[in-house]
């Protein structure tokens, strides 16, 4: 019952036997989260799905994630449907929506507004992604997708090689992922962006301090040689000022993968990709090849987010006891 009642702010809160348990939670509901079995677990349960920046999967899966549970949500998307347009504090808004819902979930354009929001809320609070600062629930699904796959290639996470490509400056996904794989030993991190757009050093001195190896790297080609994980990501131009033109962009592309990736490595990103003509970031001439997992880690949202919500209503050991299959699923093609 650890969760039970705290806010989801930060990967920081966890230790691995917490992310064990919850992984085990995700397990036992993938076949719910698949749609082949049913559950009223949150039966009269309410959702509230705050988005105030941009989200398509994150949002959705959230939300489905809860009504698969058996679960309600109410959502708002944008600042400009919301009371905080007319001026209304977070703290204001917290303590009205903790009227209304069992769970909030939160993304906020700035770097620590949904800790801000939480300590004002009476209901466990989950970090959708604050600006640059964190996105846990992203990392935790990624985590459980590198450990699910090693586990099908009989690989372990301790000694392996994760690189990380693209602006590593302001993606979340790879703050939070970087410091969730420092709690396993003895990894080796290579960081493959222009030097405009590096890993913060505070971020790099957290993960040396618990005994990792730090490689940075500004060609990709070197960078991913090695990799047991390339774990690729776009450049955030939403938060690039305009006059911040950037040299030694790449994209990661077959001609790059073919030659220099491991046969046995995985391909990740946390989506949505940029595929526009002329974008760098991980090109879609790769697609059919089975290294590349990024479709696989975005249903891993669903069951990740569904243990989430269990253990944060304390429901851990609920689950499974009134499952039934579902009626429906099998029109699905
Ligand atoms: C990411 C995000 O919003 O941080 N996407 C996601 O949540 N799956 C990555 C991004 O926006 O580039």
Redesign the pocket.
């Known amino acids: 019952m650890f969760l039970q009642g705290q806010h989801v702010l930060s990967v920081e809160q966890f230790d691995l036997s917490q992310i064990h348990a919850l992984f085990e939670t995700a397990k036992k509901l993938e076949a719910v989260a698949q749609g082949k079995v049913t559950t009223k677990l949150l039966n009269g349960a309410i959702l509230a799905n705050l988005f105030f920046e941009a989200?398509t999967?994150?949002r959705m899966s959230f939300h489905s994630a809860f009504a698969r549970l058996g679960g309600d949500i109410c959502d708002t998307t944008g600042f400009s449907f919301s009371s905080i347009s007319k001026g209304e504090s977070l703290s204001d808004t917290a303590r009205v929506i903790s009227a209304y819902a069992d769970v909030i979930v939160m993304r906020h354009p700035e770097q620590g507004a949904v800790a801000d929001f939480a300590q004002y809320a009476e209901v466990p609070v989950i970090n959708g992604?604050d600006g640059p600062g964190e996105?846990p629930t992203?990392a935790l699904l990624d985590l459980y997708t590198i450990s699910s796959e090693f586990e099908k290639l009989g690989k372990k996470i301790e000694g392996s090689v994760i690189a990380m490509t693209g602006d590593l400056k302001h993606?979340?996904?790879v703050h939070s992922l970087s410091k969730l794989l420092s709690l396993y030993d003895n990894l080796t991190f290579h960081f493959v962006s222009p030097d405009a757009l590096a890993m913060p050093a505070s971020i790099i001195e957290k993960i040396q301090a618990a005994g990792h190896q730090v490689k940075i790297f500004t060609s990709a080609e070197k960078g991913i040689q090695q990799a047991d994980v390339i774990y690729c990501?776009?450049i955030?131009q939403e938060r690039l000022s305009d006059d911040n033109s950037i040299d030694d962009l790449f994209s990661i592309n077959k001609a790059l993968l073919e030659p220099n990736a491991k046969s046995d490595a995985i391909i990740m990103h946390?989506?949505?990709r940029d595929t526009r003509e002329g974008a760098f970031d991980l090109t879609t001439d790769f697609d059919d090849d089975s290294r590349l997992k990024i479709f696989t880690q975005a249903a891993n949202g669903i069951p990740v987010r569904m243990a989430l919500f269990v253990h944060c209503l304390g429901l851990e050991n609920e689950v499974g006891k009134d499952f039934q299959p579902s009626l429906w699923a099998k029109t699905k093609r």
């Open positions: 989200s999967r994150t992604g996105h992203q993606g979340r996904t990501t776009r955030q946390p989506l949505p």
